[in-house]
């Protein structure tokens, strides 16, 4: 191994993985939604953050869908 590279020469490339990367958002949660996850985060040993993304990513895996028919103008 060279003790030092020329990157001059080196072009330059758009990172293949850049539209995979993590988006950061600002969302407004409840306290108790924030407590929750965080004990459960804490519980498994990992960010909340991390496991609510696990969480929303489960439901599209799942197909799951919320029920708001209680939300319903019509009624």
């Known amino acids: 191994m060279k ?6 020469k080196m072009k330059s490339q758009k990172n293949p993985y850049a539209k995979k990367l993590k988006k950061p ?6 306290e108790d939604v924030i407590v929750y996850f965080k004990n459960m985060a ?3 040993d990992i960010p909340y953050q991390s496991l609510i993304n696990l ?3 489960d439901c ?3 197909h799951r869908r919320l029920d708001l028919s209680w939300a ?3 009624g």
């Open 3 to 8: 003790a030092e590279y020329d990157l001059s």
């Open 25 to 30: 958002v600002t969302m407004r949660l409840s």
């Open 42 to 44: 804490e519980e498994n």
């Open 55 to 57: 969480y929303l990513r």
């Open 60 to 62: 599209i895996t799942e």
């Open 72 to 74: 319903s103008k019509d």
